[in-house]
């Protein structure tokens, strides 16, 4: 059982609010509250604890928020949007959370949680790039088990965004790269395919997408069966058929399973998105195409700030205290110290001396 609180955010801004202050009973817990949308005049919060989050970071926060200009934002995704610094990029740059004991955890370590009246979403920035493998349930356990897990979402963030793309690229252009034994079974479960490896695998995750966002729009109950049976049965179907073969089902079900481990949503749909352009340069140059892609976005994901702060921040600029609490997660003894990249005013968060 997964440990920690079932409470969420819910609709009302009020209620909202109530469960935040009811866990923070800090004197220094501040709330500024605006109006936004021309006509609807929705009311919106910025959370942040004074003596902690940096001013700088506040203020930002409030002039940005302060620059929108529509007639309705319904939901905290619009101003996310509105917001954001790099708004071409896949990766999310503000997280997304309806988890009470994350946006806790966000402001005890000097960020900014923005609320809106109307949606269950609140925006907590900034943000890096490795907030996308942490949840608050790494702080629950132990620290070998949420290191373990941490560790885990993060392989299955690479296997999301490139298997694929290696399978497509060793089958056409690297088969010696293969043990002989395993080379033959492919083989074998591809004799009779009409496509190249490209196509049948960009015919099996399009036929994935169009079932999960299917399976999404239909009634709950519905839907869940929609996704298992369809899938089984076209899998099944497309084997028999001879349009794909079975060893590409193999690799298409672990991809799909992998994009579901990452705890933020809108991180799991851009990296759904980032593998359709790296098959194709994996079709057309192989290895060398995939190890291209990788490099490209590894540039393009050190360029991306959020509210000032480096995306790939500990890891670029590298700051070794910060990465006590990235990849892994130290024991709490050793987490005494707020985040370097937050540059906070506060910077001490446990005064526990190491024994």
Known sequence: MVRGPREGFIEDLESNL??????????????????????SSRKLAILYISDIANPELVQEVK???????????????????????HSWSPFPQIQASERSDKAINALMSGRVVIMLDGTPFVLIAPMTFWMLAQSPEDYYERFPLGTFFRMLRLMALFIATFLPSLYVALISFHPGLIPPE??????????????????????????????????????????????????????????????????????VGLTAIASFASPQYSGSIGIRLLRFPIMMIAGIYGLYGVILAFICLGVHMVQIKSFGVPYMSPLAPIRLRDQQDTFIRAPFKYLRKRPMMLKTQDETQSNRKRK
Do not use: C, N, Y
Request: aromatic fraction near 4%; charge should be negative; glycine fraction near 8%.
């Open 18 to 39: 109530a469960m935040v202050r009811r866990h923070i009973k800090d004197l220094s817990f501040k709330i500024d509250k605006m109006t936004i949308g021309r006509r």
């Open 182 to 251: 395993l080379v033959m079974s492919i083989v074998a479960s591809r004799e009779g395919i009409p496509f190249p490896v490209f196509v049948e695998a960009l015919i099996m995750e399009l036929s994935l997408e169009i079932l999960r966002e299917a399976s999404l729009r239909l009634p709950k109950g519905i839907g869940q069966v929609i996704g298992i049976v369809g899938g089984l049965v076209i899998g099944q179907a497309a084997v028999e058929a001879a349009v794909v073969s079975a060893f590409l089902i193999i690799v």
């Open 63 to 85: 002039r940005r928020v302060e620059t929108i200009d529509v007639d309705d934002a319904s939901d905290t995704g619009i101003i996310e949007q509105w917001i954001e610094e």
